[in-house]
Structures are given as structure tokens and as C-alpha cells.
């Protein structure tokens, strides 16, 4: 014989469609008030920096800021109600995310400071994607995702070499330069090294000595081709990861899941005929 749900269970099932149903007419309406709040949220903290806006509308701000944390922190309580897996949806990307988004305005009881942490609740709008049930946006980022992943040895091995080299020329400009000139000590002469390999150049120390620039000039010019080569390996992984998933049997073609059962017909994740 079939069990009646408890009032809570059927609570439960409700706020589960509401804040994680995007197909729903309420799950959709949630979605773009939580959307419209959190850019809300990021106007007003940025606007409450400006120190003339401030003076004027300082308690519109303070007041609007609390009762939007206090939506937020309901939302939060509520997911996690809602989820059948509290502790993942909790240490999730998202869920830390949430939580930390509603931590600064509890934390300016004690330090008045933190309230413009606040600005973090702007990662929130990554749920964009889910809002509008981009799918296949979905399956870019993973595809990026994993591209970064498999690279990763090599952006490690690469930015330890750019760590040497940059100790090395710069201990050679402190050699060539004198204090005069603003490379009073190695660490000093490895921050202008590190500056000028990733072409910012800020200017408060430079060469003076035709050695020096020559060295600059090389260390400039380096800096260009050091910028590049991270990005050429993420995009050959993108390119080997595009050729592995087109010729991937049962891979959908909208999201790019690839762990499918052989006798699948659909995408068990956006329900998407397979090839």
C-alpha cells in the first residue's frame, strides 16, 4: 500500500521545482527575480563606494542591501532543504558561492569593511546559463573545462620556467644597473623583470645604460611570445578535445556528455536524440 507523503516531504518536492525546475513557468519566474536581485545587489554595492552618492542615499542603500540578504539567505536555507543531497549541493561550486555571498553583511556587525565583499554575489549570475536553459553553452564550458584540465601540466611547467628565467634576467639587470637607476636589490630587479616579460610596464623603475636596455628590449620582446603560448595550449586541447568528441561514439552533440550507455537513444542529461 502506497504511503502518504508527510506535509513536509510535499514542501519539499514544491521548493524543488520552484528554485531547481527551469522548464517551469515558476522555476523560470524564480530564476530571472534571483537574476534581476543579484544585479541589483552589484549595482548597489558599487554605487555605495561613491562617496557623494553615499552621503545622500547611505540608508537606502544599507536597507535595500539587508532585505536582499535576507532573500538570499532564505534562498540558501531553502536549496539545501530542497536538494536530496544537502552536503554536495553545500561544498558545490555554487553552494560555496552562495554562502559566501550572503557572509558579508553578517560580517559587517563586527567589520564594517567586509560589506563591500559583497560584490562576490556577481559570480552568481554564472547561473545565466541555466536561467536560460543554454545547453549547449553548458557543453562549451565543459569542453573548456577539461581542455584547461588536461593542459594544466604543461601551463605548470611552463610558468615554473618563466619563474627561473625571470630570477635570472633580473639578477643579471641588478648586475648591469646601478641602484641609481631603481634596481636597489635582486627581488626589486626580478619584480621589473616579471613586469616587463608580461608587457605592463609601469614605469617606476627602467634602464638607464645600453647594456640595460638591450637586455629590456630582449626581455620586451620575449614578453610577447611568453603571453602566447599558454593560450596555443589551451587551444590545441580545445581542438584535440573538438576531434575526440566528434568522433566519439554515442557523445551528444548538444552538450558533449560522453558517458552513455551503449543502448542509449537519448541524452540522459538534456534528453537529446544521440547519433
Not at 136 to 161: E, P
Amino acid at each position: 500500500m502506497k504511503e502518504d507523503k508527510s506535509g513536509f516531504e510535499i514542501f519539499r518536492q514544491r521548493v524543488n521545482i520552484i528554485i531547481h525546475g527551469v522548464n517551469t513557468p515558476a522555476g523560470r519566474l524564480f530564476d530571472i527575480i534571483l537574476l534581476g536581485l543579484i544585479l541589483l545587489s552589484v549595482v548597489l554595492v558599487a554605487l555605495e563606494s561613491v562617496k557623494s552618492l553615499d552621503i545622500i542615499y547611505h540608508n537606502f542603500f544599507i536597507v535595500s542591501e539587508w532585505i536582499i540578504t535576507i532573500f538570499f539567505s532564505i534562498e540558501y536555507i531553502l536549496r539545501i532543504i530542497s536538494s536530496r543531497k544537502p552536503l554536495r549541493y553545500i561544498f558545490s561550486f555554487y553552494g560555496i558561492i552562495d554562502f559566501i555571498s550572503i557572509l558579508p553583511m553578517y560580517l559587517s556587525f563586527f567589520a564594517p569593511s567586509t560589506k563591500t565583499l559583497a560584490i562576490v554575489r556577481a559570480l552568481r549570475l554564472l547561473r545565466l546559463f541555466r536561467i536560460l536553459n543554454l545547453v549547449q553553452f553548458s557543453g562549451s564550458a565543459s569542453q573548456l573545462r577539461l581542455a584547461i584540465n588536461a593542459s594544466r601540466t604543461k601551463i605548470i611547467v611552463f610558468v615554473y620556467f618563466v619563474f627561473i628565467l625571470s630570477i635570472l634576467l633580473g639578477t643579471i639587470m641588478y648586475v648591469v644597473e646601478s641602484p641609481d637607476s631603481g634596481f636597489t636589490s635582486i627581488p626589486t630587479s626580478i619584480y621589473w623583470c616579471i613586469v616587463t616579460l608580461t608587457t605592463v610596464g609601469y614605469g617606476d623603475i627602467a634602464p638607464i645604460t645600453p647594456l640595460g636596455k638591450a637586455i629590456a628590449s630582449f626581455i620586451m620582446i620575449l614578453g610577447y611570445g611568453i603571453i602566447a603560448v599558454p593560450t596555443g595550449i589551451v587551444t590545441a586541447e580545445l581542438a584535440t578535445s573538438g576531434k575526440k568528441r566528434k568522433l566519439l561514439p554515442g557523445t551528444c552533440p548538444n552538450c558533449g556528455t560522453s558517458d552513455h550507455r551503449n543502448t542509449a537513444d537519448f541524452c540522459y542529461k538534456c534528453g537529446t536524440s544521440l547519433p
